[in-house]
């Protein structure tokens, strides 16, 4: 079964930022396209930003370009998200997950169905 271990998650002022790290283990995510997604108190889980296999091609939510940068590691099994200008709307739990659809494939999904295995998640609070 695959293991997705996210970390960095913490308390942080607006304006601050943080970065988030995901490693994966029983698992070689370097065929596969990865994504970061969070979940608020009562709200849907939200697409936040996507990697292709080779970390070539990018794609983020609207309100974080600019801001989020997702990047990724290959040797070391592990994916990041970088996050600049934090405000208290992203307070959120940050979920890292795996897409075994997008097999060295070019393209990223926005939607949380497509995607296979969910690490436990990290939370992240941005005080105003």
């Known amino acids: 079964q695959v293991h997705l271990v996210e970390s960095g998650g913490g308390l942080v002022q607006a304006g601050g930022s943080l970065r988030l790290s995901c490693a994966a283990s029983?698992?070689?995510?370097?065929?596969?396209?990865m994504g970061w997604f969070r979940q608020a108190p009562g709200k849907e889980r939200e697409f936040v930003a996507g990697?292709?296999?080779?970390?070539?091609?990018?794609d983020y939510a609207d309100s974080m370009k600019g801001r989020f940068t997702i990047s990724r590691d290959n040797a070391k099994n592990t994916v990041y998200l970088q996050m600049n200008s934090l405000k208290p709307e992203d307070t959120a739990v940050y979920y890292c997950a795996l897409d075994r659809r997008a097999f060295y494939s070019s393209s990223i999904s926005t939607f949380r169905s497509d995607y296979d295995d969910w690490g436990q998640g990290t939370q992240v609070t941005v005080s105003s």
């Open positions: 990697i292709t296999w080779s970390g070539g091609s990018t």
């Open positions: 029983r698992v070689i995510i370097k065929t596969y396209a």
